[in-house]
């Protein structure tokens, strides 16, 4: 990963008020290794998170971010001028909606093999201890790159490629709910396209109904585990997969089965998706729960430690995990 351009404003919240101060930085802070560091320890947290939007700019915004954006890729604009207008506009919108206390607002330019990106990202700081010199226990303050109450990623490269992707931008799912997602999106005027929800239950779908079509249950769970895997390999690199790719792996003779199978069924498949972690578990896992009772179980289990009467409504569990008997024959 190379460093571009990097600079971190602040949105500072003054005690016991509910306005917002913009504390903008000078200029941008040169790249050094630790900084390389901290914005790889970003990359990997905004990954790993669940539940994405993915959309693109709207041409009938109001915001000038776009064309902003746009100056400075073309130098006509330099960095520290186009992140200190975004700041103003993001104060003045969260303002509005009386979201969100204060934090560091920072700004990347880099670029990750022979893509060009564009971040910006809320963080906060928290307080923790350490041992100084003196051997005293002091308070340290730092920077929580583990939590992103606001986030985007733009996808330059694709941006300027193709403008009508409809996925070059992606951001995060504000914790103020929907009003603060409009507000959000309405500063950066983008709009949104798709979410990783809603690719996952397409693509859970599709699987599933591939898979029972299988000649043989082995066949069947094999199709599952091996779209799980890839997928979760795609989605810790951050790189989105396309139908084609995942058609590719799961037919590695060249055979364009799923693909085909996906396109006579007319599943409303994104092209290309990043589907959610947390719901592709439904792949691999059975999971239920109702009132005090909380089951899940691998999918490879159903049949063998695990068997299901659907007659009589039942579950039978062989060979008890030995903490779970531990705990029932002790209070026997």
């Known amino acids: 990963?190379?460093?571009?351009?990097?600079?971190?404003?602040?949105?500072?919240?003054?005690?016991?008020?509910?306005?917002?101060?913009?504390?903008?930085?000078?200029?941008?802070?040169?790249?050094?290794?630790?900084?390389?560091?901290?914005?790889?320890?970003?990359?990997?947290?905004y990954n790993k998170k669940q539940d994405k939007q993915y959309g693109q700019f709207n041409p009938?915004?109001?915001?000038?971010?776009?064309?902003?954006?746009?100056?400075?890729?073309e130098e006509k604009m330099d960095f520290t001028a186009l992140t200190r207008n975004t700041l103003n506009r993001l104060l003045e919108q969260l303002g509005q909606a009386g979201a969100l206390g204060g934090g560091y607002l920072l700004f990347a330019d880099y670029q990750q093999g022979l893509t060009r990106y564009f971040m910006l990202c809320m963080l906060t700081s928290n307080v923790s201890v350490t041992v100084a010199d003196d051997l005293s226990i002091q308070d340290v303050a730092y920077l929580d790159?583990?939590?992103?109450?606001?986030?985007?990623?733009?996808?330059i490269t694709e941006w300027q490629g193709n403008e009508n992707s409809g996925r070059y931008l992606s951001f995060?799912?504000?914790?103020?709910?929907?009003?603060?997602?409009?507000?959000?999106?309405?500063?950066?005027?983008?709009?949104?396209?798709s979410n990783s929800k809603e690719e996952a239950d397409t693509l859970v779908s599709a699987v599933k109904e591939y898979a029972?079509?299988?000649?043989?249950?082995?066949?069947?769970?094999?199709?599952?585990?091996q779209v799980y895997d890839f997928c979760q390999t795609k989605i810790d690199e951050g790189d989105a997969l396309t139908l084609d790719?995942?058609?590719?792996?799961?037919?590695?003779?060249?055979?364009?089965?799923?693909?085909?199978?996906?396109?006579?069924?007319?599943?409303?498949?994104?092209?290309?998706?990043?589907?959610?972690?947390?719901?592709?578990?439904?792949?691999?896992?059975?999971?239920?729960?109702?009132k005090g009772l909380n089951i899940a179980f691998d999918a490879e289990l159903l049949g063998t430690q695990v068997v299901y009467n659907k007659d009589l409504n039942q579950l039978v569990i062989k060979e008890v995990p030995a903490k779970l008997k531990e705990q029932l024959e002790s209070n026997n």
């Not at 709910?177 to 949104?192: I, K, T, Y």
């Not at 089965?257 to 578990?281: C, G, H, I």
Request: glycine content about 6%; aromatic content about 6%; proline content about 8%.
């Open 1 to 45: 990963m190379a460093i571009q351009q990097i600079i971190v404003h602040q949105l500072k919240q003054a005690p016991g008020s509910d306005s917002l101060t913009a504390i903008p930085a000078g200029h941008s802070l040169p790249p050094t290794p630790a900084l390389e560091a901290m914005l790889d320890d970003l990359l990997q947290t």
């Open 60 to 73: 009938d915004a109001e915001s000038p971010f776009p064309a902003e954006l746009g100056d400075y890729l």
């Open 145 to 155: 790159t583990a939590r992103m109450p606001l986030a985007c990623r733009i996808n």
């Open 172 to 193: 995060l799912r504000p914790r103020g709910g929907r009003r603060l997602s409009d507000v959000f999106q309405e500063a950066l005027g983008c709009n949104e396209t």
């Open 212 to 225: 029972r079509e299988a000649p043989s249950l082995e066949n069947h769970r094999e199709v599952s585990r």
């Open 245 to 290: 790719e995942l058609t590719g792996y799961l037919s590695e003779a060249g055979s364009d089965d799923f693909a085909r199978f996906v396109n006579t069924r007319d599943y409303d498949m994104s092209q290309p998706m990043a589907p959610e972690k947390r719901t592709l578990t439904k792949l691999v896992k059975y999971t239920g729960r109702s």
